[in-house]
T-cell receptor, first 112, second 114 residues
Framework: DSGVTQTPKHLITATGQRVTLRCSPR?????VYWYQQSLDQGLQFLIH???????AKGNILERFSAQQFPDLHSELNLSSLELGDSALYFC???????????FGSGTRLTVV | DQQVKQNSPSLSVQEGRISILNCDYT??????FLWYKKYPAEGPTFLIS?????DKNEDGRFTVFLNKSAKHLSLHIVPSQPGDSAVYFC?????????????FGSGTQLIVLP
């Protein structure tokens, strides 16, 4: 157990739907990062939050949004889902804005 | 545009021998490099890193080499063990900015044969 909790582990939904992925960082970690891993691809950076504030955006679609709450957990919202959004979505956390990421075990999203 | 490339999707090595995983990058602004290991159904776990001011970093059986002029880094595992069988991701980061987002390669599946 890495200490980073992601729920749900698996999600199957239909095109056009909206889903919310949840991440609880390790205790004491203020930074949360979201990454997407599509088939045979490396992890693509989506977004970074630090202590509730958005710090950086990567290749995140406009249909996707995220937030970090006062208790530091984070949610990634994916809307108007398309088949190509099927992927593993990883959350990672770190104490500050350091390189020392700890990843969760991911949420596998399947859009049918 | 893939800024970090791992050109070998898979590698098979005999137990006890050396495993060499390679990674190339194109962005000369990258100044910190990391290797992560990933088992099925788990998230990536940090393995070893190297700053651009160094050309070698060693941690037990794992050594990372950086060749800045060639924009190339490699991970050596000696001796290889069956438990090392996993997907290995190379990642890189740019100095500065308020975030530490990493740019990952597509991974190399290492299979260590007993």
């Amino acid at each position: 157990d890495s200490g980073v909790t992601q729920t749900p582990k698996h999600l199957i939904t239909a095109t056009g739907q909206r889903v919310t992925l949840r991440c609880s960082p390790r205790s004491g970690d203020l930074s949360v990062y979201w990454y997407q891993q599509s088939l045979d691809q490396g992890l693509q950076f989506l977004i970074h939050y630090y202590n509730g504030e958005e710090r950086a955006k990567g290749n995140i679609l406009e249909r996707f949004s995220a937030q970090q709450f006062p208790d530091l957990h984070s949610e990634l919202n994916l809307s108007s889902l398309e088949l190509g959004d099927s992927a593993l979505y990883f959350c990672a956390s770190s104490q500050g804005q350091s390189y020392g990421y700890t990843f969760g075990s991911g949420t596998r999203l399947t859009v049918v | 545009d893939q800024q970090v490339k791992q050109n070998s999707p898979s590698l098979s090595v005999q137990e006890g021998r050396i495993s060499i995983l390679n990674c190339d990058y194109t962005n000369s602004m990258f100044d910190y490099f990391l290797w992560y290991k990933k088992y099925p159904a788990e998230g990536p776990t940090f393995l070893i890193s190297i700053s651009s001011i160094k050309d070698k970093n060693e941690d037990g059986r794992f050594t990372v080499f950086l060749n800045k002029s060639a924009k190339h880094l490699s991970l050596h595992i000696v001796p290889s063990q069956p438990g090392d069988s996993a997907v290995y991701f190379c990642a890189a980061s740019v100095r500065g900015g308020s975030a530490r987002q990493l740019t990952f390669g597509s991974g190399t599946q290492l299979i260590v044969l007993p």
